[in-house]
């Protein structure tokens, strides 16, 4: 389950602020909600899911916000929004798959909190998302080629940002919660035994 990134049993080089912050990144699907809630509450943190913020503060759902305002509009309010949940302290944040296209994005993110990347295969990805209607950029008539381009697109700005790359998908939401946690507890305090086995292992 647990992909690792080298050096990243190493302390992070992160501020306390940071510390203190879980940022959950990573495709449409990955379960960045679903996981982020449940290491919420296993942590003691406050779980902030950006789009649902930004649903609730506006009113309106993500894909009313692409109709009216475009992706280009969608983009400035998410990172408004991620700003202010950059802002706060002790939570855990599930972010918008998209986020991460923005330079100014990904070092917010990097600078608010430890970034965790849910990464997910295609198939598995598309099977969690076989009855979305919601997802305005999956409105296309090939999903399969519509998420594959995004994950051409994107999975070097994930990689890119990621303290912790995490295989999503084939475990139990309580699984993959109580493993990052427990790997998250390693890595700020370092044993010199623990070995995660890396991408070139
Ligand atoms: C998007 C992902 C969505 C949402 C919006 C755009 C994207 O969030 O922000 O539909 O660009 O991948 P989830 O990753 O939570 O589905």
Redesign the pocket.
């Known amino acids: 389950m647990l992909v690792g990134k080298p050096g990243a049993m190493n302390r992070l080089n992160k501020s306390d602020h940071a510390m203190q912050n879980l940022i959950l990144i ?5 379960g ?2 679903t996981i982020g809630k449940r290491l919420a509450a296993r942590m003691g943190k406050r779980f902030f ?3 649902r913020q930004l649903e609730q503060h506006l009113n309106v759902d ?2 009313t916000i ?1 109709d009216i305002e475009g ?1 280009q509009g ?1 983009r400035q309010r ?1 990172h408004e929004m991620l700003k202010s949940l950059c802002a706060l302290s002790n939570v855990v944040i ?6 991460v ?1 923005r330079d100014d994005n990904r070092s917010m993110l990097q600078e608010a909190g430890v970034v965790i990347y849910l990464r997910i295969s295609l198939d598995r990805q598309l099977s969690r998302l076989s009855r979305d209607k ?5 409105q296309a008539a090939n999903r399969r080629a519509r998420l594959q381009q ?1 994950a051409t697109e ?1 999975e070097p700005l994930y990689a890119g940002i990621a303290d912790l790359v995490v295989e999503s998908g084939a475990h139990s939401v309580a699984k993959m919660a109580a493993t990052v946690h427990t790997l998250l507890q390693q890595m700020l305090t370092p044993a010199p035994t623990t070995h995660v086995q890396g991408p070139h292992d």
Do not use: I, N, Q
């Not at 990573?26 to 990955?30: A, E, I, R």
């Not at 919601?134 to 999956?138: D, I, S």
């Open positions: 990573g495709p449409m699907g990955s960045k909600s899911d950006c789009d993500v894909s692409f992706e969608f998410e599930a972010t918008g798959g998209g986020c296209l919601t997802r305005p950029l999956l995004l994107r």
